[in-house]
Every structure is written in C-alpha cells, then in structure tokens.
C-alpha cells in the first residue's frame, strides 16, 4: 500500500507534533544501529544500485537532519524509522504503525521492496513517455 498522494508540509509537521506525544515506550534503542536500503537516483553514474548503510541515530537527530552517502542525501525520522531519499520533501505522514517509506526518484514503496519500487518506476516512467 503507497502514499495515494503527498501531504503537504504542515501536514507534515503536524505528524510529527503528534509522534513526539507522550506514547508507549519505543522498542528501538534510539541510539542503535538502524540499516537503512535505498537506491541512488537514475542518473547516478553507476546507474539505479541499491545501497544498504548502518546509520546510528543520536538523541538530537530529527526530521530533516541529514547523512551524506557518498554524493546522495539519506532524509530520515527518528521517531518513525523513515528513510528518505534526497528527492523526497515530505513523504512520511501518512505512516501508520512505524512502517518505513522508501522513496525513489520514481515511485515510492511502504514495504522496501525492491521489485515494488522497480514496477511503480518502470509504470511511471512508460506513462510519462505517453502524456
């Protein structure tokens, strides 16, 4: 199941106003090791590869902080164990129960499921050529 549109900035915010609430507490120490999968965008120089990177998430680390890998950018949320990559703005507040959203270039999955992410982007990309 995918986001069936982008929320817009506020909406953003606001859901993670809502994630900081006082809440049961979370089960991911928030300073373990998290690894992240992502792919570099289409026009990388090696093409679409899929990346896997060991990221430790410190207490102050938030929303919009950023990682360098490389020449990309990793986005992600502490309190949602979201990943995004660089072209994504706001991807994460339709979130339910913590799932991950991984964004692509093209297309977007909620299950980090390569060959979901491939479908989306081959069906967006054959689209585009037909518009």
Not at 86 to 102: D, K, P, W, Y
Request: glycine share 4%; charged share 25%.
């Amino acid at each position: 199941m995918g986001l069936s549109q982008w929320p817009t900035p506020q909406e953003y915010l606001e859901a993670e106003r809502k994630s900081a609430e006082p809440a049961a507490p979370p089960t991911d120490d928030p300073a373990s090791p998290v690894t992240i999968r992502w792919f570099t965008p289409s026009n990388y120089p090696s093409g679409r590869i899929w990346r896997l990177e060991l990221v430790v998430f410190e207490p102050n680390e938030r929303i919009f902080d950023r990682k360098p890998y490389q020449h990309n950018m990793v986005y992600w949320s502490q309190d949602t164990r979201t990943h995004l990559t660089r072209e994504a703005t706001c991807a994460s507040a339709a979130l339910q129960n913590g799932h991950r959203v991984f964004v692509a270039t093209r297309g977007h999955s909620d299950t980090l499921d390569e060959d979901a992410v491939d479908v989306r982007a081959h069906y967006d990309h054959h689209q585009s050529r037909h518009n």
